[in-house]
């Protein structure tokens, strides 16, 4: 199926497991600490990279999505701490349509898909509007809607991923067009406007960089007759665009002077460069599942999933070579792409001299988290350097042969340097745990088979055909020839795409209880959070939490958390188990020592797991302290503090509240 249909057909079957409900990829019980019964599923590990899933992602978009839908306007999130902005967080993406979808029961799922097609039609419509056919530009939408980032952030970062074709749509339209192009202009503002609204500024900004490169190319390589019109173009969808997203970008602004970023502060560590992690090219799971083998690899492997935010797989890699070397269209876009994908790769994985110098030229560096979110820029040059590979096969374009050659040289290589790169790592895991033994040996056959498929497959378009043959049938030969390397193309994307989903649970259990309890008792009062019910799911329950897990916090909330209630705690994880210090109190002996803190801005309830008892032993249902437990349903217990303050109160004086 060539075109839209047979994009979106593919990223729904990329899907079905989740949208048929053979795996629930629902973050609110294993994530949120919610669930009294999980049933693991098919694989080890877990089928995403960052619990942000679900705290900040899946909880805060949820607020913001029911806010909408009962005719409020979400700037404010009362159930964090004792409040903090919530459109202006970002994280939220509170002003962003899609998000309306976390309304539902299964709305992150339904959001993520939708992000999925965005991207993979805008990438179809960029192929096209480049020059390529129907075939190729429909694996360009399978490869960058099944994109690597899309796979393993399922949080705000890959938000603004969806919006990056648009943008180089409307460029392109605009160098292509020979009259002003009112669509050009219009599509690169909106979708410049929607990646700020998408919630992640990082991962907008990122993407911000390809853009600009593309602009600058097609400035640079446009014919003097009309350069003006495509500068005016560009210039024109940039400051709308800017405009388009100044009501969220102006109140964000406001609140950072405001606000503790932590280590975004610019003090976000440029990582050195790490071997180990050069697998995100070609193997991208030679380690096992998504953290399944954490313990056994040691810090190798918890830096290499901490930091991964995408890969792309040796059989696009090596159909991009044979669009570089045989393409016979757009050489110069072609040397483009590629230069940028090698140059932004460099760059995030601090290979130098590209990443000093880039350290250095580049402004927000040091605010910027590149290691884990420039992947989708050079995802993207990757997947349309493949479409021009497909392009290249199917027209039998001059040196197609030693393009294919080239091309299964360079994606054998990759295998072969990642194995390298990894074999201590490998090794280890290997030596630690019999169940890892099948995943190196089925990721490294998968991804040699896929490369030497394609290029056998791309190889018999190049075979002699008699000269006596009419010419439609040469041409009928080379196209089936395309059309199976683009299925063996799409069909790594997609099982390398789906793999993390058979790691999530096959059902789970929600225990409503403790936020039923809550909802009828706590009223304008706040509960705290040993872990359980995790922070941020108070505002998913719509439930006030003390607990907060956001970035950014209102610095005044994190210098009277550090002041009054948890001294050994980090203001931007203030959720009941985590401490700066391990050798320092816990998160329960801080509660303790400043219990009555915690009852002064009228924390009435604590929850946690059941038998926890961290007020130690009853007697005639109360603790020492007077706390009593209130709710117990086998797996969480709700304990009522004794003597909470009402939290709207003076210190002096008369005051009559109606609320």
């Not at 805008?122 to 056919?133: A, D, I, M, N, S």
């Not at 040397?335 to 350290?359: E, G, K, M």
């Not at 049938?473 to 080379?478: G, N, S």
Request: net charge positive; hydrophobic share 50%; with cysteine.
């Amino acid at each position: 199926m060539a075109g839209p249909v047979g994009v979106v057909a593919t990223v729904l079957i990329a899907n079905v497991l989740a949208l048929t409900g053979v795996v629930d990829v629902n973050p609110l019980g294993p994530v949120g600490v919610t669930a009294d019964g999980i049933k693991h599923g098919f694989l080890p590990g877990q089928w995403y990279t960052d619990p942000n899933i679900g705290w900040t992602a899946q909880a805060l978009g949820h607020l913001a999505a029911m806010d909408w839908l009962h005719g409020i306007v979400p700037w404010w999130n009362p159930y964090e701490g004792l409040g903090a902005p919530l459109a202006a967080g970002m994280q939220s993406a509170a002003l962003f349509p899609p998000t309306l979808l976390l309304a539902l029961p299964e709305g992150q799922l339904y959001f993520h898909v939708v992000l999925e097609l965005l991207a993979g039609l805008g990438t179809y419509l960029l192929v096209r509007e480049v020059g390529l056919g129907r075939g190729a530009a429909t694996l360009g939408g399978i490869l960058f809607g099944l994109n690597g980032t899309f796979s393993w952030l399922w949080h705000a970062p890959g938000n603004p991923v969806a919006l990056l074709p648009f943008a180089l749509y409307g460029i392109e339209r605009l160098a292509r067009r020979h009259r002003f192009d009112h669509g050009g202009w219009v599509i690169l503002a909106l979708a410049l406007a929607l990646s700020v609204y998408a919630g992640f500024p990082e991962m907008a900004y990122l993407d911000g960089v390809l853009v600009l490169l593309w602009a600058l190319f097609r400035l640079a390589g446009h014919a003097p007759v009309g350069r003006l019109r495509l500068l005016g173009g560009v210039v024109l969808g940039g400051v709308t665009g800017a405009l388009l997203c100044a009501p969220l970008a102006l109140p964000f602004l406001d609140y950072l002077p405001y606000a503790d970023v932590g280590q975004h502060a610019g003090a976000v560590a440029v990582h050195p460069f790490s071997a180990h992690q050069l697998v995100i090219v070609g193997l991208p799971y030679i380690y096992g599942p998504i953290a399944a083998f954490l313990q056994q690899g040691g810090g190798t492997v918890a830096s290499y999933w901490g930091q991964a935010g995408g890969y792309v797989t040796a059989s696009a890699l090596a159909l991009g070579t044979v669009g570089l070397v045989a393409g016979r269209r757009q050489a110069a876009l072609r040397r483009f792409l590629a230069v940028v994908a090698v140059v932004l790769l460099c760059w995030q994985l601090s290979i130098p001299p590209v990443s000093t110098v880039l350290n250095e030229v580049m402004p927000l560096t040091r605010e910027v988290l590149i290691s884990r979110y420039l992947p989708p820029t050079w995802e993207l040059c990757v997947a349309v350097l493949a479409c021009f590979g497909v392009d290249a096969v199917a027209n039998r374009a001059p040196r197609l042969r030693l393009g294919v050659l080239a091309g299964a040289a360079v994606g054998l290589a990759v295998i072969g340097v990642d194995v390298l790169a990894a074999w201590s790592t490998l090794r280890r895991i290997w030596d630690a745990a019999a169940s890892y033994h099948p995943y190196p040996i089925a990721s490294i056959a998968w991804a040699g088979a896929m490369v030497l498929g394609a290029s056998l497959a791309a190889l018999a378009a190049t075979r002699t055909v008699p000269v006596h043959r009419p010419r439609r049938e040469r041409r009928r030969h080379a196209r089936k020839a395309a059309v199976a390397v683009g299925v063996l193309l799409a069909l790594d994307a997609l099982v390398s795409f789906s793999l993390p989903q058979l790691s999530a649970p096959r059902s789970e259990t929600i225990d409503t209880g403790p936020a039923r309890y809550l909802a009828a008792h706590d009223k304008n009062g706040r509960y705290f959070s040993l872990w359980i019910y995790h922070p941020d799911y108070g505002a998913y329950f719509g439930i006030a939490a003390i607990d907060s897990d956001d970035l950014p916090v209102p610095k005044a909330w994190a210098a009277y958390l550090h002041k009054y209630l948890a001294p050994n705690t980090n203001a931007l994880k203030f959720d009941g188990r985590r401490v700066v210090n391990p050798a320092g109190p816990t998160a329960t002996e801080q509660l303790l020592d400043y219990l009555a803190n915690y009852e002064a801005i009228d924390v009435r309830y604590v929850i946690s797991l059941a038998d926890a008892r961290p007020f130690g032993r009853l007697r005639g249902g109360l603790a020492a302290g007077g706390e009593r437990l209130v709710y117990d349903d086998g797996r969480f217990e709700v304990w009522s503090l004794p003597a909470p303050r009402s939290f709207f109160s003076t210190d002096a004086g008369a005051c009559r509240l109606h609320v």
